[in-house]
């Protein structure tokens, strides 16, 4: 009887010996690329499938394309790296690509064999790089500007707002029209990219998140304490749903696609979504209304990277740059994401001068990115939790004068114990 | 003879749980140390591909957590905190209605069979589908909480439940919902198990129904109790999907530890520290499991 219980065992174990040796044996001539779901699916998936075969046809590599939600990607990328197995070629946010390549898990690429530094948005080149190398490649950008509703600004009698003091009399306008809450819908505490809101008012004000030498916290400072209350009293003054602390950026969006609120600050990736959901939805873009102290954006995109455990590091560089030829990529910002393209090359373009997408090109001159450092992510989840501890106040009913210099302070403590960290 | 069989029996049977041995071996025991082993690590963002690397610093990572001058430390006791609170309303509250609707069941009715399927809804349901719902039914907008309340002149204005104070009473109320058919269901089993004789000789001797449920109903029901204790202590603590799903990214004060060791190990990537809560969390779970298993069968031996 075990006699046969051992040759049952030895059986199984045979048999997946067998089946591993087949899928090693069969990864050579394929690579798997990961990205988030930039476009629609309906449109993203078909374009994607035509340019792997188009890629297969050329180099006999077939790419296993799949698509990962922001929500997971952060996981699965990390996995990836930390067991060097799951994808050989990725999408990263811009905002990731430093703390990733600070893990050791990513190819350190030589950007010159992609056209060099001068051939991207400068910004975008400098959210690839972490201590002066390269460890991806730019692919596209995003800057974050006003959207507001033609036909309600018209019927309120106003005119866009040019800086943070107009936005708040022109709000006051809409809600005596439309009622409280229809001036603004704002991303809240469930919005995993809030910072990104709030640094755009940040930098507005004249404050920073880190000092220049990126060794201290000074977010905390006047500048901050002002632009963090400006965005809050835009749901205690009535201008912004009170429901908008427990909102996501889609939440947010949706209210604004769906014409019940007057303004938004979005990315150009929303006009995908409008286009689908509410073609008839008159709406304008313009630059985010200066602050005290002028002018700012965020400037984010995602990058290309090359997993350094991979197998098939030549093909995969060879994928990035079958993406990045120009006629793929004016495809793919301009018809299918509406991102912006990282390319200077690509943005030259006269499509990028005309209508909306002029507005965005001028505010990415000015955007700004965040630090390329290792413990990026710390620091912007702790800015983010005392945040959402600001927006808890608001919603208990604690909220005082005091109440943001209090979390920013907290924060502040704690971004510079990680900056200690810092490498 | 005799002997000779039962021995060769017993390595039989060690071959037949080889598999398992080897399974539990690989899939539980071997990380579990391996997890205790990195909890001694300063592993992060700088070693995640070469973690051999990481610094060792013994019970640092532990000194971190309950120093009380880290602010990890801090939202890890609060992490605690939240869950015993937790548990502490959503298992008694759950057993109450449970064992209510248990004790209609075990009436002879029309539709019996139909109504005892129809309370398990709530328990099959999948956790991403059921909190997802309650998501909605909690949204300060257009939720159906705020709705009612409203229509009904409780409030005077919708009130935001999933962020702030509210937030873990949100949780609650929807766990509640969710965990109670499983009592029921156990309860229901058990008092099935009752012989009707013992009810009948106390009607004989005059005793009332609530002499009847005290002591008739829930002594024999002691033994499913505390096995359904049992199994709500080790869930409460697992507590995960409906924190997760119901206040996604605004979790803010109401972290319970699977939420915080999820974020500190995975997003922050501090592998290190999320070991050393991981640990500690079992070591709570085996504490309390123990003090139950132990009353347990001090129970069984007293009856």
Redesign the interface.
């Known amino acids: 009887?075990?006699k046969r219980?051992?040759t049952v065992?030895l059986g199984i174990v045979l048999s997946l010996v067998l089946l591993t040796s087949l899928a090693v044996s069969g990864q050579s001539k394929s690579i798997t690329f990961w990205l988030m779901p930039n476009a629609p699916d309906d449109t993203h998936i078909p374009w994607l499938e035509q340019k792997a075969a188009a890629f297969q046809a050329k180099t006999g590599v077939k790419v296993n394309v799949e698509i990962i939600g922001w929500d997971v990607a952060?996981?699965r990328i990390?996995t990836a790296?930390?067991t060097?197995e799951g994808a050989d070629v990725f999408q990263v946010g811009t905002t990731w690509n430093p703390?990733l390549a600070?893990?050791?898990?990513l190819e350190e690429i030589k950007i010159n064999e992609f056209g060099g530094k001068n051939a991207f948005m400068n910004a975008n080149y400098v959210s690839t790089t972490y201590k002066n190398k390269s460890y991806g490649v730019p692919w596209f950008a995003e800057t974050r500007a006003l959207f507001y509703n033609v036909d309600m600004f018209k019927k309120a009698g106003v005119q866009p707002p040019k800086t943070h003091d107009e936005l708040y009399k022109v709000a006051e306008k809409i809600v005596a029209t439309y009622g409280e809450g229809s001036a603004i819908a704002l991303a809240?505490?469930?919005?995993?990219d809030i910072l990104h809101n709030w640094t755009i008012i940040l930098w507005a004000n004249g404050g920073d998140l880190l000092t220049k030498d990126n060794k201290m916290a000074m977010f905390n400072n006047d500048a901050g304490v002002k632009a963090m209350q400006w965005y809050v009293d835009l749901v205690r003054r009535g201008y912004a749903?009170?429901?908008c602390?427990?909102y996501?950026q889609n939440q947010a969006d949706a209210a604004f696609i769906n014409g019940n609120v007057a303004m938004c600050y979005m990315g150009p990736w929303n006009i995908a979504g409008i286009e689908q959901q509410n073609p008839g939805l008159n709406y304008g873009v313009v630059e985010p209304p200066a602050g005290p102290k002028g002018k700012a954006s965020f400037s984010g995109g995602s990058n290309l990277v090359v997993l350094?455990a991979s197998r098939n590091k030549a093909a995969a560089k060879e994928w990035i740059k079958f993406l990045l030829e120009k006629d793929n990529m004016v495809e793919y910002t301009k018809n299918l994401t509406h991102m912006l393209p990282a390319q200077v090359e690509v943005f030259a373009d006269p499509y990028y001068d005309s209508g909306v997408w002029k507005t965005f090109k001028t505010t990415l001159e000015y955007s700004t990115a965040y630090p390329p450092l290792?413990?990026w992510?710390?620091i912007e989840?702790i800015v983010?939790?005392e945040f959402?501890?600001v927006?808890?106040?608001y919603?208990?009913g604690t909220y005082n004068d005091n109440t943001v210099k209090k979390h920013l302070d907290?924060a502040a403590?704690?971004v510079n114990?990680v900056l200690k960290?810092e490498? | 003879m005799g002997m000779l069989s039962k021995a060769k029996g017993t390595?039989?049977a060690y071959?037949?749980i080889?598999?398992a041995a080897l399974c539990m071996l690989f899939v539980h025991f071997i990380p579990i140390i391996w997890g205790a082993y990195i909890s001694l690590l300063d592993l992060?963002?700088?070693t995640?591909?070469?973690?051999t690397s990481a610094p060792f610093v013994k019970l640092g990572n532990y000194i971190k957590l309950f120093s009380g001058k880290?602010?990890v430390g801090q939202r890890f006791l609060r992490s605690v905190y939240n869950v015993f609170v937790y548990g502490l309303v959503t298992i008694p509250t759950g057993y109450i209605i449970g064992l209510l609707v248990a004790l209609l069941l075990n009436r002879n009715f029309v539709g019996r069979t139909f109504v005892r399927g129809i309370i398990l809804l709530p328990y099959i349901t999948p956790d991403s589908v059921a909190y997802n719902v309650w998501r909605f039914i909690f949204?300060?907008?257009i939720g159906l909480v705020n709705k009612y309340l409203l229509k009904f002149g409780l409030i005077q204005?919708?009130l935001?439940?999933?962020?702030?104070?509210?937030a873990l009473t949100a949780v609650i109320i929807a766990s509640i919902w969710k965990g109670w058919p499983f009592a029921c269901l156990i309860l229901l089993a058990g008092l099935q198990g009752i012989p009707a004789e013992l009810y009948e000789a106390a009607k004989i001797d005059g005793a009332s129904v609530w002499q009847q449920f005290k002591m008739i109903t829930l002594p024999m029901l002691a033994p499913v109790t505390k096995t359904l204790l049992l199994l709500n202590v080790i869930w409460n603590f697992h507590a995960y999907n409906q924190f997760y799903i119901l206040l996604?990214?605004?979790?803010?004060?109401a972290h319970v530890p699977s939420t915080f060791i999820m974020?500190e190990a995975?997003?922050?990537?501090h592998y290190g520290m999320g070991s050393a809560m991981s640990v500690v969390l079992m070591i709570l779970i085996v504490i309390l499991i123990a003090i139950l298993l132990r009353s347990k069968r001090r129970a069984s031996y007293e009856s």
């Open positions: 009887m075990s219980v051992r065992f952060w996981q990390t790296i930390a060097g703390q600070a893990t050791g898990g809240g505490t469930n919005a995993h749903s009170k429901a602390a427990e996501d350094k290792a413990t992510g710390d989840n983010k939790q959402v501890n927006l808890s106040e919603v208990d907290a403590d704690r114990d960290r490498r | 390595r039989r071959w037949f080889l598999p992060d963002v700088y995640l591909t070469q973690w880290f602010a949204q300060a907008r204005e919708p935001v439940w999933l962020v702030g104070k509210r996604g990214g605004s979790v803010g004060e974020q995975f997003t922050n990537l």
